[in-house]
């Protein structure tokens, strides 16, 4: 018979078992149904596999031009969001005031406003101010909506590193702006890897708010224009949107692997700090 401890351990490997499963069947399926020419809503191994579906997705119309939009769109917004979070989060961090935790607590508020809630002001405030459809005026809201939680994100990795450090450099004649870039941000390195992916990827995925501020089809990010492989019946070409999904989460993918080695590195302030 089974002790009570290994049937828990047995039930939480079950549990886990699920939860892999629920991960692994639909990544399975968008694998298994790219190289389908014959794909369904079935999870199968193609009875004949081939690349058809890539060589019809990898036009200049469908992927390219999606594909550059998108990343003008989320990396152009992702840099200022880590900038304006850094300048944002380091007085919070280093200067103590009675009206720390009020902004805090105000910025965590606006992090849990529904998206849907504020777009169609946002949108009559956009066509007022001439920003609507315009890739400029896209970034700004897309940095603007990610950047309360980027805010707590990086303050929290900021305090983290002992401020006897910027202190010594003010010692040398530093000013604050100098140590933030020159002490606090290479230390922190982990911290502003981890705020630029999360920033990255939940804009990459946003398929609302592009829908709503840009018009021109030639403007659309790829989170938009994956739209057009569901036909106007409910038709809908699996393979080719299989493929193409294959294709848009490469940035993400490469993004995660190109810095995951600081990710994993965490903070070097042992040699700092010692003397």
Do not use: H
């Not at 009206?99 to 998206?115: D, H, K």
């Not at 001439?130 to 400029?136: H, K, R």
């Not at 990795?157 to 000013?175: C, I, N, Q, R």
């Not at 829908?211 to 089809?217: A, D, G, N, R």
């Amino acid at each position: 018979m089974f002790s009570r401890r290994g049937l828990r351990k047995l039930a939480a490997d079950a549990g886990l078992l699920v939860v892999a499963a629920a991960f692994v069947l639909p990544l399975a399926w968008v694998v298994l149904s790219s190289l389908d020419a014959q794909a369904d809503l079935q999870v199968k191994i193609p009875d004949q596999f081939t690349f058809g579906n890539y060589d019809a997705v990898l036009e200049p119309e469908i992927t390219f031009t999606p594909m550059l939009n998108s990343l003008i769109l989320c990396g152009g917004a992702t840099l200022l969001t880590v900038v304006c979070a850094a300048l944002a989060a380091y007085p919070l961090s280093r200067f103590r005031s009675r009206f720390n935790r009020p902004f805090l607590l105000t910025i965590l508020f606006a992090t849990s406003l529904p998206i849907t809630a504020i777009m169609v002001p946002v949108y009559a405030l956009f066509v007022q101010v001439e920003l609507i459809d315009t890739m400029y005026g896209t970034i700004y809201f897309f940095a603007a909506s990610q950047l309360p939680f980027a805010i707590w994100l990086m303050k929290n990795f900021m305090d983290g590193v002992p401020k006897s450090l910027e202190e010594a450099a003010w010692t040398d004649g530093a000013s604050a702006f100098q140590s933030l870039l020159r002490i606090v941000l290479p230390l922190m390195g982990p911290g502003v890897a981890v705020v630029t992916v999360f920033s990255f990827v939940m804009m990459w995925g946003n398929f609302f708010v592009p829908f709503m501020l840009l018009i021109s089809p030639d403007q659309m990010p790829a989170s938009v224009s994956i739209n057009d492989f569901f036909g106007n019946r409910g038709t809908v070409v699996y393979g080719q949107l299989a493929a193409f999904s294959m294709i848009y989460s490469t940035p993400v993918i490469l993004l995660y692997v190109l810095i995951s080695r600081r990710l994993g590195g965490g903070f070097a302030l042992g040699g700092a700090i010692k003397g």
